[in-house]
């Protein structure tokens, strides 16, 4: 009796977990016959050459345009900024977690580093627009304005740092200690080993991280709408205001746009092409990762 109730359960739960994975692909897919179902109704109005290639996005005010450029500039510009801030540092901070900082410092150390993860984007969107850009850009650059992609860039370089620090940190402690081991006893010293053994052994860790907060920083809104604000410049001054494709999805959201216009539909349109941007990241970190993944038995 026990053996039939146990393979009842077994039985129960394989069909639950295939389930839930059979819903999570056919939510996928939902999402993506949505973008791509809308997206149609908005080319057939608006060229796509003109959309992926005009360099003026206007389509609430007169006269519309609808080039994504400036949109993609500026989600690239914050994001792009971010990842130069937040890599050398979520990095260096994992090679000292993993590698140099004894039990009872990282004890302390990581859990702290980790709670920034935890500070809701919109604190991080006033501490740009309150402290950032006044306290620490103008006084370098007099010409900043008061919303700028520097400033969004930094405080989303604060957000994915935890992300790149904790994954590196991982990928780190899982390469073998005898490769330390080999490494000091041909006379390395601590800094040379954690550069040029534990960092190589782990690099698909790394890109996987790295490739991972860039999502989270495309994918930021809140903070970048409140630090970068809503102007759709197509420029690569740091300095000033831009637009990203997350924050005109929310400024559109917001509910004044007629459902079924144009100017709705460009929701859909601007989700495709955040959707096209993400899926060639996680293409291109999958290739990465596939020609750098190091196997240890």
């Not at 971010?82 to 901070?93: E, N, R």
């Not at 092409?273 to 240890?296: C, S």
Request: include cysteine; glycine fraction near 6%.
């Amino acid at each position: 009796m026990a053996a039939i109730r146990a393979k009842t359960v077994e039985r129960v739960m394989r069909s639950l977990v295939f389930a839930c994975a059979v819903l999570s692909i056919a939510t996928t897919a939902a999402i993506i016959w949505i973008l791509v179902y809308e997206s149609a109704i908005f080319f057939r109005e608006v060229s796509p050459i003109s959309f992926f290639f005009g360099t003026r996005w206007a389509p609430l005010l007169e006269p519309r345009s609808f080039g994504v450029l400036p949109l993609v500039g500026g989600t690239f510009l914050v994001a792009g900024g971010a990842l130069l801030l937040a890599v050398p540092i979520g990095v260096g901070s994992a090679i000292y977690l993993s590698e140099h900082a004894r039990p009872g410092v990282r004890a302390w150390v990581k859990p702290v580093l980790e709670v920034l993860a935890g500070i809701p984007s919109v604190v991080y969107g006033y501490f740009a627009l309150t402290f950032v850009t006044p306290h620490l850009l103008r006084p370098l650059f007099p010409d900043v304005e008061i919303y700028n992609a520097a400033s969004a860039a930094i405080v989303v370089a604060v957000m994915i740092i935890p992300t790149i620090a904790s994954l590196c940190d991982d990928s780190f402690r899982a390469v073998p200690r005898s490769l330390r081991e080999a490494g000091h006893a041909l006379s390395a010293t601590q800094l040379e080993v954690s550069t040029r053994i534990v960092l190589p052994a782990a690099l698909s860790g790394v890109v996987a991280a790295t490739l991972l907060a860039l999502a989270r920083a495309i994918g930021e809104t809140m903070a970048v709408m409140l630090a970068a604000g809503m102007t759709s410049n197509f420029t690569l001054n740091p300095f000033r205001s831009v637009m990203t494709l997350t924050s005109y999805i929310a400024q559109v959201s917001l509910g004044d746009t007629p459902a079924g216009s144009v100017e709705y539909q460009t929701i859909f349109a601007v989700g495709m092409t955040l959707f096209l941007i993400t899926f060639a990241i996680n293409l291109v970190a999958r290739l990465v990762m596939a020609r750098f993944r190091e196997a240890y038995e």
